[in-house]
């Protein structure tokens, strides 16, 4: 089974992408992030016609998730127990959703950015970590294979980024931020792509030359428990697919399991 992680940083404005990377990559299971479309918006019929079934949860033109599957599509879960929300009044942001595919729990998950290190977004961002955390250590406790697919908005090795210099007083590298993704580390979780792609990036900014200039971030990670962890044959980081015109700002992450 081939699956994949991506923040298509809209689906509207980058279908056309994403289908064209799905039919060349023939992934069996894609988690999305930064969808950007409510459910009237989706576009359901574009994947179901090239045979996946779609879970998806947006709720305005922010955030949003979804999980694609050829191989079975079970036990959707919008969101997750302990989601500390957003706002005010505070509420769920649509950042995880969780399904069954091919007897492989998925969750793909939108990390909160957390904007700067004094941000009340910060907070959020570590609150919604640890309840994520404690959740997965439940969804894994009787073995079944988890895997944590998404944008974690964390590079949680100084390899991780361009230039720890550049990023000293910003947010993804902080000592607290780090700690809250290496406590799924400290909890059983493994970072399985990292060993096939060491020193790679998935993330560069539209601004200032970055992609080309290779000043990029890891932040987009699949973690998995010991049983799904066990199964990784390989792993890779499309970084052809950041190039080239109204591509997303985030490369695909492909993982491949062996039955």
Known sequence: MRIATWNVNSIRSRIDRVEDWLRRTDVDVLCMQETKAREDQFPFDRFEAL???????????????????????DDVQVGFEGDPGWGEPLAAEARAIGATCGGVRFWSVYVPNGRALDDPHMAYKLAWLGQLRDRAVEWAADGTPVALCGDWNIAPRDEDVWSMEYYLDKSHVSP???????????????????????????????????FPK??????????????????????????????????????????????
């Open 51 to 73: 045979g996946y079934e779609v879970a998806h949860h947006g709720l305005n033109q922010w955030n949003g998730v979804a999980v694609l599957s050829r191989v079975g599509l």
């Open 176 to 210: 607290p931020e780090r700690a809250a993704f290496h406590a799924f580390l400290d909890a059983g979780f493994v970072d399985v792509v990292r060993p096939h792609t060491p020193g790679a990036y998935t993330y560069w900014d539209y601004q200032r030359l970055a």
């Open 214 to 259: 290779k000043r990029g971030m890891r932040i987009d990670f699949v973690l998995g428990s010991a049983s799904f962890a066990a199964r990784v044959a390989g792993a890779a980081i499309d970084r052809e697919e950041r190039k080239g015109t109204g591509a997303s700002d985030h490369a695909p992450v492909v993982v491949e399991l062996d039955d």
